[in-house]
């Protein structure tokens, strides 16, 4: 870690000895009405798009122009398996295995199909236990199979909450809970990192405390995925889901990921929801064959996928190939440690980070509590051309994107905000 300096020399500097700045040019930034760029803080919400991700969709659809229904097997890259062109280069970004790995459906869809097979309530073993400040839609998804199964949505959920007056999670203090109620609690599923507070969690710990009380472990991890070093296989996860429209930059509402543990790879006999596309593929097309279930995180689909969407996640996935994960998260801890010092310069009676200070706690992004602001500080700050992202009661999420924005970037976002805050 370098020793961080004030001043736009030492931001300059940083850019210039930084051997991924050029990835910047392969991103289309947003810019004002006067034509500059804007200083984009939200790639945890929707990742920038790559300029070679045009060519990447158009070569589908000029296969599907040219080529009809025979694109399926004689396009440039044929459509019967493209989902495979995904599954090594995501394997790597998770740090999982190749069989662990499926793209497939959306996030709180694939999330729902997990449940179906890993959540097994039994009288006695029930509940589901989940973060206090999950992400609402997990929250919504996890009462909504409480329901199917009909138990009651309330007393079916266990939350593990932060400390009075705190926002951190503290590990001890879910020890403590599956101490007193392990042996009723059939699944834990967290966000790996959280969307609110940006805390990454220990999910290989959490794994094992979840399995020594016999409880089933899945993570969603729509903000670590292509944030930080998930190491899921190593995790020993059951399962894990995230999408790609957030850190992985593959377009609006784009596919979502999911991992299943190579343990669980070869069990038939799970119980799951299945369609033609989690049969045998080699027998898929006579149509007529009594089901046989197809091994690994690929069994798990049920369709023929939208092609379109995953040449944009393949488009993504060639640049994050090209950088390497590691490299990508080595600058992303300097990049955010740059933010935070900066920040901290501005006063701890003014700002309040949330976010875990220990940067193997957190991916990059920072969340930030300006004291007494409200509302308008967000508007202030998007007037300034700070794309942020603010969330009640007094929460702006700024995550330097280590692929697209610069030390630059960072500095000219504290000053504005600085000038903002001496109105
Ligand atoms: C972004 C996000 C979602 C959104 O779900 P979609 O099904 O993609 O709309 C859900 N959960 C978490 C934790 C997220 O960060």
């Given at each position: 870690?370098?020793?961080?300096?004030?001043?736009l020399?030492?931001?300059?500097?940083?850019?210039?000895?930084?051997?991924l700045?050029?990835?910047?040019?392969q991103f289309?930034?947003?810019?004002?009405?006067?034509?500059?760029?804007l200083i984009?803080?939200?790639?945890?919400?929707?990742?920038l798009?790559?300029?070679?991700?045009?060519s990447?969709?158009?070569?589908e659809l000029?296969?599907?122009a040219n080529?009809?229904?025979?694109?399926?097997?004689?396009?440039?890259?044929?459509?019967?398996?493209?989902?495979?062109?995904l599954?090594?280069?995501?394997?790597?970004?998770?740090?999982a295995?190749?069989?662990?790995v499926?793209v497939m459906?959306?996030l709180?869809?694939?999330?729902?199909?997990?449940?179906?097979?890993?959540?097994?309530?039994?009288?006695?073993?029930?509940?589901?236990?989940?973060?206090?400040?999950a992400?609402?839609?997990?929250?919504y998804a996890?009462?909504?199979?409480l329901r199917?199964?009909?138990?009651?949505?309330?007393?079916?959920?266990?939350?593990?909450?932060?400390?009075k007056?705190?926002?951190?999670?503290?590990?001890?203090d879910?020890?403590?809970?599956?101490?007193?109620?392990?042996?009723?609690?059939a699944?834990i599923m967290?966000?790996?990192?959280?969307?609110?507070?940006?805390?990454?969690?220990?999910?290989?710990?959490?794994?094992?405390?979840?399995?020594?009380?016999?409880?089933?472990?899945?993570?969603?991890?729509?903000?670590?995925?292509?944030?930080?070093?998930?190491?899921?296989h190593?995790?020993?996860?059951?399962f894990?889901?995230?999408c790609?429209?957030?850190?992985?930059?593959?377009?609006?509402?784009?596919?979502?990921?999911?991992f299943?543990?190579?343990?669980?790879?070869h069990?038939?006999d799970?119980?799951?929801f299945?369609?033609?596309?989690?049969?045998?593929?080699?027998?898929?097309?006579?149509?007529?064959d009594?089901?046989?279930?197809?091994?690994g995180a690929e069994g798990?689909?049920?369709?023929?996928?939208?092609?379109?969407?995953m040449?944009?996640i393949?488009?993504?996935?060639?640049?994050?190939n090209?950088?390497?994960?590691e490299?990508?998260?080595?600058k992303s801890?300097?990049?955010?440690?740059?933010?935070?010092?900066?920040?901290?310069?501005?006063?701890?009676?003014?700002?309040?980070?949330?976010?875990?200070?220990?940067?193997?706690e957190?991916?990059?992004?920072l969340?930030?509590?300006?004291?007494?602001?409200d509302?308008?500080l967000?508007?202030?700050?998007?007037e300034a051309?700070?794309?942020s992202?603010?969330?009640?009661?007094?929460?702006?999420?700024?995550?330097?994107i280590?692929?697209?924005?610069?030390?630059?970037d960072?500095?000219?976002?504290?000053?504005?905000?600085?000038?903002?805050?001496?109105?």
């Amino acid at each position: 870690m370098p020793t961080y300096k004030l001043g736009l020399d030492f931001a300059l500097e940083l850019d210039k000895n930084d051997d991924l700045a050029s990835y910047k040019n392969q991103f289309h930034i947003p810019k004002d009405k006067d034509g500059n760029d804007l200083i984009y803080m939200t790639g945890n919400s929707l990742g920038l798009q790559p300029k070679i991700t045009k060519s990447y969709v158009n070569q589908e659809l000029e296969d599907w122009a040219n080529l009809g229904v025979e694109g399926h097997t004689e396009a440039k890259n044929p459509w019967l398996p493209y989902h495979e062109f995904l599954t090594e280069s995501m394997a790597h970004i998770v740090g999982a295995k190749p069989i662990e790995v499926i793209v497939m459906n959306t996030l709180t869809a694939n999330l729902h199909f997990m449940m179906v097979s890993f959540y097994k309530p039994t009288k006695t073993r029930y509940k589901i236990l989940i973060e206090s400040a999950a992400f609402p839609s997990d929250k919504y998804a996890v009462e909504s199979q409480l329901r199917h199964h009909g138990y009651d949505d309330k007393e079916g959920v266990v939350l593990w909450k932060p400390r009075k007056d705190e926002e951190l999670l503290i590990h001890e203090d879910l020890e403590e809970i599956l101490e007193q109620q392990g042996d009723e609690i059939a699944l834990i599923m967290i966000g790996g990192v959280n969307y609110y507070t940006g805390q990454f969690f220990d999910l290989k710990r959490i794994t094992k405390l979840g399995h020594k009380h016999g409880c089933v472990v899945g993570f969603d991890c729509a903000h670590g995925a292509g944030n930080v070093q998930l190491n899921l296989h190593d995790s020993g996860a059951d399962f894990a889901v995230w999408c790609t429209y957030k850190y992985l930059n593959s377009g609006p509402g784009s596919l979502a990921g999911c991992f299943v543990h190579e343990r669980h790879a070869h069990q038939k006999d799970l119980n799951r929801f299945t369609g033609w596309w989690s049969h045998n593929k080699h027998t898929r097309f006579n149509m007529r064959d009594e089901f046989d279930q197809l091994p690994g995180a690929e069994g798990w689909q049920l369709s023929n996928p939208p092609i379109l969407s995953m040449a944009a996640i393949r488009a993504s996935l060639d640049i994050f190939n090209d950088v390497g994960i590691e490299k990508l998260v080595g600058k992303s801890k300097i990049l955010t440690g740059y933010f935070e010092f900066l920040l901290k310069e501005l006063g701890e009676d003014v700002i309040r980070i949330i976010t875990p200070k220990n940067e193997d706690e957190r991916g990059c992004q920072l969340s930030i509590q300006v004291i007494n602001a409200d509302k308008s500080l967000h508007n202030k700050l998007t007037e300034a051309g700070i794309i942020s992202d603010w969330r009640e009661p007094d929460v702006i999420r700024c995550a330097p994107i280590p692929l697209y924005n610069s030390f630059v970037d960072i500095y000219n976002l504290v000053e504005r905000l600085k000038a903002i805050l001496n109105g």
